[in-house]
Structures are given as C-alpha cells and as structure tokens.
C-alpha cells in the first residue's frame, strides 16, 4: 500500500508545477513535522513547495523556518497537487479549503479515525501514533530521509505518542523513531524543547488550569476564561499538556479542558483511558482519536459550555461501562 502510494506520490510531485502542502489548523506537533517533514522532500525532488502553516509559539523553532511560509495571494493558486496533513476533513485544512478543492491531485496522508477518505489518493490508517509516523513510511519510498526530515518526523512522533506513553505508541513507531535516532538528531534536545521548556506566562497559565481543576465523578476538568489567559500573557499555543495533566489527577478516566477563545466560543480538548472521546467531540462538530479529541462550542459561555460538554461525557461514559 505505501509502495504504491509513495510512487504516485513521486510521479505527481515531479510532473506538477504548483505543490501545495497543509495541515489542519492551530498545527500541534505532529501537523507541523509531518508538513515540514513533506516540504523537505518536495525540495529534495528540485521543486519549490507552497506552504501553509501557523504556530505561534517558538516551541519549534528548531524545525520552523517562518520565512517558508507561502505570504501571497492565495486565490491566484492553482496548484497541480495538494498534499494534506494530520487533516481528518477539508473544513478543519489551514483556511485553504478553497486551494485545495481547485486542486488538481489532491494527496491526504492521516490518522485520525474520523477521516473520510477526501482525497484522489488516501494514505489513512487509524492504527498509527501519528501522521509522522506515516510519513516515515511515505517518504523511505520516495528518498533519503536526512537530518532535518528526521527532525521533524521524530517531533511529531514525540507529540502525539506524549512522549511514547500513549496506547497509539506500537512497536512499529518505536522502530520508526530509532530509525530517525540514527540518523544523527539531537533527541534529548526535542525532548525537552517539545515537553519541558516553557515561557513563564505558559507557566502561569498552566498554574491557573491547575488550580481551577476540578473532580467529578471518574471526570476531572477544568477551564480558563479569555480574562484569565490575558492575565498572564499567555497565548492560545501556550495552552498544551493542561488536560493531560488532568488525567493525571487520582481517581480520573476521562479528563476536559475548556478554554474561551472569545466571547461564546469555547475550545474543548477531551482525553480519557478508555471512554471514546472522539464520540463525544463528534457530538459538537469535533472529532480526533478515541482516547484524545477536540471540537468547540459556539453561542454559549464558557459555564455553559463546560456543564454541555461534561454531560455529553458522562453519558458516553456511562453507556460505555454497559
Ligand atoms: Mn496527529
């Protein structure tokens, strides 16, 4: 299945002018490796990617050359071939839904288990840690994995496994990343860039979520208002490892962390050790993994939305333990 799929891959990359390359929006880890991982082997094949990506933060900025990034018009875009990344839908695509429709070759390389097979050609499987993880296979078909595609393969590897603790994480994506070890990256260094380093308004922001924690039932959750967040100057990017901490606290199955993004929109991430969470995120427009999932609420404050969402959770739960 890769085989054949990296060969089209390869055939169209290098008979197509325009390439375009993007993953969903608000990228995490594994969306910005797996399309800078993408963008390097575009320009391995002597051609000029086009690029879509946002992150904030300076998290990856070992890997995260901003001045890559496409800054023109992108209705004049006509691109040959598009190559979406970490991407379950269309709709969630870096606000180039519309670059890709008008794509000619439309190239969907994912793994969260509310994909719907939108692409000309689909490399989906649920069963991976991570889109890097996929890449790596992708990519071993095509050419030589240097440093730097290692680099960024390993970090989304690193990200969406939390660091190989995740039940995602399989015997093939610890090969994988040995594979990627070997190919001379500074380990240790990502390790603690990806998931110790922090600003000290991410600090502070992360101390609030802690204190605003709450246990109930086998359900611990939290959430930060947009007043909260500002207080301390943290930013939206800043936000990442609060709900998994909360599933970390005693007694905990199933952990939510709602933050207001503006006034009745609020963001809400799910994890649990069990429960199907991407159930429940479906519920309300979102989707993601069966242990890890996103959506966000609109017309409703951040109460209401947390007494939603919260009950949502308690009755898939519920249903779950009959
Ligand atoms: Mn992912």
């Known amino acids: 299945m890769t085989d054949s799929f990296s060969k ?17 929006a608000k990228a995490d880890g594994d969306a910005l490796g797996s399309t800078l991982a993408a963008a390097a082997l575009v320009e391995s094949l002597g051609k000029k990617p086009i690029v879509f990506l946002t992150f904030k933060g300076d998290k990856f900025d070992y890997i995260f050359d901003r001045s890559k990034i496409f800054s023109g018009d992108k209705d004049s875009l006509d691109p040959d071939v598009f190559i979406a990344l970490d991407c379950g839908s269309p709709k969630r695509l870096e606000d180039v839904e519309g670059v890709f429709e008008r794509s000619t070759t439309k190239f969907n390389i994912d793994h969260h288990i509310s994909n719907n097979l939108f692409g000309d050609y689909n490399y989906v499987e649920p069963s991976a840690s991570s889109t890097c993880e996929l890449m790596y296979e992708v990519i071993s ?13 390993y970090t989304g590897i690193l990200t969406d496994t939390g660091g190989f603790r995740h039940s995602c994480t399989g015997n093939k994506t610890m090969r994988i990343a040995g594979e990627l070890m070997s190919r001379g990256i500074d380990f ?14 991410a600090a502070k922001v992360f101390a609030k979520a802690v204190l605003n924690a709450k246990l109930k039932g086998n359900i611990a959750y939290t959430k930060l208002s947009l ?45 649990s050790m069990g429960a199907d969470v991407n159930k429940v995120a479906s519920l309300f427009g979102g989707g993601g993994h069966e242990r890890a999932a996103g959506c966000t609420l609109e017309g409703m404050s951040l109460d209401k939305a947390t007494d939603t969402v919260l009950e949502a959770l308690k009755v898939e739960m519920e249903n779950g333990e009959k």
């Open 227 to 271: 007043i909260e967040i500002r207080s301390v100057g943290a930013i939206f990017e800043e936000l990442d490892g609060i709900v998994e901490y909360c599933l970390g606290i005693k007694g905990a199955k199933a952990a939510v962390f709602l933050y207001e993004k503006e006034k009745n929109v609020t963001k809400c991430s799910f994890r």
């Open 141 to 153: 078909g095509i050419a030589p994995i240097d440093r730097y595609m290692a680099e960024c393969l």
């Open 188 to 201: 240790s260094e990502i390790q603690q860039r990806v998931f110790h380093r922090r600003s000290m308004s």
């Open 8 to 24: 089209i891959l390869k055939e169209k990359i290098q008979a197509a002018e325009t390439i375009v390359i993007s993953a969903h």
